[in-house]
């Protein structure tokens, strides 16, 4: 049996900037290729899945990268991670990590011996995926992909089938939200978090503006989708991207 590999886009430091552990120092790793494509998406980078390099930075936070050529081995990322933080959050990121998840599963225990906490942040449309890295993955961030983004249509039954795989892990789902989200969006969203029985925290995220993109709704907009969502749900948080407003990577 062959050696698994991955295509990787980049391996830097950074804040993370979005979700519950935003202002969390990290060292990312992201996986290239994507199953979706939103409106909203900011790392088209990552959508190549044959990408014929990796950037991996040089010096913490000194936006230096020197070059390797994909795919990359499990040591090779265990290498560069290591060479960024000698301990700490490694956030596997993408894209969508769960499309390399054979690479995945002999990854993740790598890093954690080594004692790396590893963060998931996932489209969450890939259960069986989720289901195989049970007790490897410390936490998840799950997207859930409103209709009036993710470019496929409803999405809601895939993501109820992924938190019910989910195991072993914190999660929070978060919401990309813009103006064009509407009531019934944000009634399914919660619906699918109460009905399989798990206490999950949920992050309304405005959509960070573009100049062709989707606008964020105005604040009496925001604070209507959390009062919806706080009737069922007993965390849920407004938060922007975080990195974006600090114009970092």
């Known amino acids: 049996m062959s ?8 391996i830097f430091t950074s804040i993370q900037g979005e979700g519950i552990y935003a202002g969390r120092p990290q060292v ?4 290239c290729g994507c199953n979706l494509n939103c409106v909203y998406c900011d790392t088209a980078v990552a959508r190549d899945r044959q990408r014929p390099f990796c950037s ?35 956030s596997l990121t993408g894209g969508e990590p769960l499309l390399q998840v054979d690479f995945l599963v002999k990854l993740l225990p790598a890093l954690r011996s080594r004692g790396y906490r590893i963060h998931l942040e996932t489209n969450g449309t890939k259960p069986d995926e989720v289901a195989r890295l049970a007790g490897h993955v410390d936490v998840i961030s799950m997207d859930i992909k409103l209709p009036v983004a993710a470019g496929t249509g409803d999405l809601f039954d895939l993501h109820s089938r992924f ?16 103006s064009e989200v509407n009531d019934e969006d944000i009634r399914r969203c919660v619906e699918v978090i ?16 573009t100049t062709d993109g989707p606008t964020p ?16 749900l007993d965390d849920v948080r ?3 991207q975080l990195h974006k407003l600090m114009r970092i990577r």
């Open 3 to 10: 050696t698994p590999s991955a295509h990787i886009a980049e």
């Open 217 to 232: 709704p105005n604040l009496a907009r925001l604070l209507s989708m959390h009062s919806a969502a706080s009737q069922s």
């Open 56 to 90: 991996v930075e040089k010096n913490p936070g000194q936006g230096d990268f020197a070059y390797m050529a994909n795919p990359l081995s499990v040591e090779d990322v265990v290498e560069a991670v290591e060479s960024l933080a000698s301990s700490g959050d490694v």
């Open 238 to 240: 407004i938060i922007p």
């Open 163 to 178: 938190l019910r795989a989910a195991k072993g892990a914190k999660l929070f789902a978060k919401i990309v939200v813009s």
């Open 28 to 31: 990312f790793v992201r996986f």
């Open 194 to 209: 109460t009905e399989t029985g798990k206490n999950v925290p949920l992050v309304i995220q405005p959509v960070t503006p």
